[in-house]
């Protein structure tokens, strides 16, 4: 397998996730954390920015990003999946996943 279907198989494996929450981290004042989860709610990826990376030539927050299913995490709350899984529909329902949130 040449380098261009190594690369090819690896975008085909990424999982697309939508936005679900955005909190503010307790240990640090100028970070924000970005949770995406998947439309059933069972996995999540997290994504943490610094406050300062939102002004300026600032980097968008999209309604989705693709990652690979080795990044994401396993929501194991019920209530939380439920949550997320809603949150998630909504956010398809709503907008593209280039959107800018």
Same mark, same amino acid.
């Given at each position: 397998?040449?380098?261009?279907?190594?690369?090819?198989?690896?975008?085909?494996? &990424?999982?697309?996730?939508?936005?679900?929450?955005?909190?503010? $981290?307790? *240990?640090?004042?100028?970070?924000?954390?970005? =949770?995406? !989860?998947?439309? #059933? +709610?069972?996995? #999540?990826?997290? &994504?943490?920015? !610094?406050?300062? %990376?939102? =002004?300026? *030539?600032? /980097?968008? =927050? =999209?309604?989705?990003?693709?990652?690979?299913? %080795?990044?994401? +995490?396993?929501? $194991? *709350?019920?209530?939380?999946?439920?949550?997320?899984?809603?949150?998630?529909?909504?956010? /398809?329902?709503?907008? #593209?996943? #280039? *959107?800018?949130?």
């Amino acid at each position: 397998m040449d380098t261009t279907e190594t690369r090819q198989s690896a975008e085909e494996e &990424k999982v697309q996730v939508w936005l679900v929450e955005r909190t503010y $981290s307790d *240990d640090e004042q100028n970070l924000i954390i970005l =949770t995406y !989860a998947t439309p #059933d +709610g069972t996995r #999540d990826y997290r &994504k943490e920015r !610094a406050l300062t %990376s939102f =002004t300026g *030539d600032h /980097r968008e =927050t =999209t309604a989705a990003v693709e990652v690979p299913p %080795s990044n994401l +995490g396993t929501v $194991s *709350d019920p209530e939380t999946r439920e949550r997320y899984a809603a949150e998630a529909r909504r956010m /398809r329902e709503r907008h #593209d996943p #280039d *959107d800018a949130i």
